[in-house]
T-cell receptor, first 113, second 115 residues
């Protein structure tokens, strides 16, 4: 089983739609979780951290289920500018190398006018 | 602008050439990283430096040689590369190692083509 697995997509959605991305991770020693966004031919940029209680930042909501080792990202009211690849990223506990971020392959989103 | 600058942005080299990639961070971070991103693959961590000391080498071939002269500069020296080494090479920095948050900030990358 891959360390971090994501549906590669692409997800093609109309403007204004709600879209959800899922991610599973295999290492139960994982400590912290992030969603990064990568635009075409650009570098990854942090979108948001994912907290155990779930967290929201404007139109974006992230959820974590430690028991199922599952992370999600919900985007409401999609904008054209949301078109990008969304990377699920997992960080291990310190004794497993806490600087070791493990990236998923990413889920590509295209928001269509 | 993330505060992490990589040069050059594009590089084409032959298999017998020697070249170097440069990364500079203006964020006051203590940790720096090299990643490789190939098409259809997730980012692969290559090297990790903390306060100029290498703390991780992820089974990277010796034709890639990192150098960290100080906490704000990181180099990747390349020699006798193979065509399969063609990829986007990304540098990142973070405030420190051993932190649960460990948010990493990436440079724009060097797109390398090996002919």
């Amino acid at each position: 089983r891959k360390e971090v697995e994501q549906d590669p997509g692409p997800f093609n959605v109309p403007e204004g739609a709600t879209v959800a991305f899922n991610c599973t991770y295999s290492n139960s020693a994982s400590q912290s979780f992030f969603w990064y966004r990568q635009d075409c031919r650009k570098e990854p940029k942090l979108l948001m951290s994912v907290y155990s209680s779930g967290n929201e930042d404007g139109r974006f909501t992230a959820q974590l289920n430690r028991a199922s080792q599952y992370i999600s990202l919900l985007i409401r009211d999609s904008k054209l500018s949301d078109s990008a690849t969304y990377l699920c990223v997992v960080n291990r506990y310190p004794w497993a190398g806490s600087y070791q971020l493990t990236f998923g392959k990413g889920t590509k989103l295209s928001v269509i006018p | 602008e993330t505060g992490v600058t990589q040069t050059p942005r594009h590089l084409v080299m032959g298999m017998t050439n020697k070249k170097s990639l440069k990364c500079e961070q203006h964020l006051g971070h203590n940790a720096m990283y090299w990643y490789k991103q190939s098409a259809k693959k997730p980012l692969e961590l290559m090297f990790v430096y903390s306060l100029e000391e290498r703390v991780e080498n992820n089974s990277v071939p010796s034709r890639f040689s990192p150098e960290c002269p100080n906490s704000s500069h990181l180099f990747l020296h390349l020699h006798t590369l193979q065509p399969e080494d063609s990829a986007l090479y990304l540098c990142a920095s973070s405030p420190e190692l051993g932190s649960g948050k460990n948010i990493q900030y990436f440079g724009a990358g060097t797109r390398l083509s090996v002919l």
